[in-house]
């Protein structure tokens, strides 16, 4: 009787061990196909690796990859605000570790993930962070609609293949700014590259709640003043932004070029400073030393969108190809007028 008994429990377990598996099995087959449904929507021609395995290239559109890029980078911000919001109330531990250095941890992680989601196929390159800690597995793939993009661009698009596109993202621009509380300068970035340009920037400051993007050849955001439709080109003496990091090294190096006519400002962030020439503030950004790329892409793409420059001291462009130096070696010029005479003004120098 109890020799029966077991019998029979031991084919119920059986029985139900073998209907959970089915019906995990049917869940996983059902979610990884809606996931592969959203991600082909965007795609017009899939391709795949010589083990039939990986998704290689696609055709992507441009615009979808602004809408995308608008969506990273806020969600970098959402990231950032939260951090500096859980130090202003007195809840992170001192000592531990850097609560900032770990909000810088965690935009990366929500950018580059929310990236990696939706486009699998497309390089990113930004540092290197450890974001094993951090679950992110319930992040809802980014939106690829934006509707100032939408209203603004309606029937603009371009495609591209995959392969020639390299996104660059920067998780905290003003990393001092953002420990020492000074939060306007405060921004995410990501940057769209094709073949080695860069044609999509966006600038993201969480602590002003502003986005600037542009698409060169296409438009740029009306949520600021940028670019020449705004600002004259200027007649006075230069002025020149000059990093924080290198304050000395910019000054020297701007009065031997202007014999002391010009004036410096100092300020942190590339972005930041990028943003500064773009809004006509100052005439020209110098920097000597190297430069990461995915600090300067976004701002080099906006530029270029309203008619600016940037290149570097030797009046080089800048490349951004994902098989590119991380580096920027050649020193960096921005400006929005008069480009070739700081370059004159340089060759000498
Ligand atoms: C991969 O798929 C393509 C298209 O279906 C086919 O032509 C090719 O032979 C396949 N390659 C391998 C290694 O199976
Ligand atoms: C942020 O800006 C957007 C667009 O300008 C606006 O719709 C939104 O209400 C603003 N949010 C806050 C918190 O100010
Ligand atoms: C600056 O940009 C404009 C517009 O993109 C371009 O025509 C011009 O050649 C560039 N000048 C330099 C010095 O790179």
Redesign the pocket.
């Known amino acids: 009787m109890s020799r029966n008994l077991a019998k029979l429990n031991l084919r119920n377990i059986i029985f139900l061990l073998l209907g959970t598996l089915f019906v995990l099995l049917l869940y996983f087959i059902l979610h990884n196909i809606s996931y592969r449904k959203a991600l082909y929507k965007t795609y017009t021609r899939v391709l795949y690796d010589h083990d039939n395995k990986t998704i290689i290239t696609s055709k992507v559109s441009l615009k979808h990859l602004l809408a995308v890029s608008i969506d990273i980078a806020e969600r970098g911000g959402v990231e950032l605000k939260a951090v500096r919001k859980l130090v202003d109330v007195q809840k992170v531990r001192k000592g531990k570790s850097d609560p900032f250095y770990e909000g810088n941890v965690k935009s990366y992680c929500a950018m580059m993930y929310g990236f990696k989601k939706i486009h699998p196929e497309i390089k990113v390159i930004s540092e290197k962070e450890d974001c094993s800690k951090i679950n992110l597995d319930d992040d809802q793939l980014p939106r690829g609609e934006n509707t100032e993009v939408k209203t603004m661009l309606e029937s603009v698009d371009e495609k591209v293949l995959s392969e020639q596109i390299a996104v660059w993202v920067e998780p905290l621009d003003c990393f001092h700014e953002y420990k020492k509380n000074l939060l306007p300068c405060v921004a995410t970035m990501v940057c769209v590259a094709v073949n080695g340009k860069p044609v999509i920037g966006v600038i993201h400051h969480p602590f002003q709640n502003l986005t600037v993007w542009g698409w060169v050849g296409h438009g740029i955001t009306s949520q600021l003043k940028i670019g020449k439709t705004f600002f004259k080109e200027w007649t006075t003496e230069p002025e020149i932004v000059v990093s924080r990091t290198e304050a000395r090294l910019g000054a020297d190096f701007a009065a031997r070029a202007f014999g002391g006519e010009e004036t410096i400002t100092l300020a942190g962030g590339e972005g930041f400073k990028l943003l500064q020439v773009l809004q006509g503030l100052v005439s020209a950004y110098i920097h000597l030393s190297f430069t990461k790329k995915w600090d300067i892409c976004a701002g080099d793409a906006l530029l270029?969108t309203v008619?600016?420059?940037v290149?570097t001291l030797k009046?080089k462009?800048i490349s951004y190809a994902a098989s590119d130096d991380v580096d920027n070696k050649g020193g960096l010029l921005a400006t929005l007028f008069k480009?070739?005479f700081f370059?004159d003004k340089f060759k000498n120098v």
């Open positions: 270029q008619g600016g420059n290149t009046g462009p480009h070739d370059l």
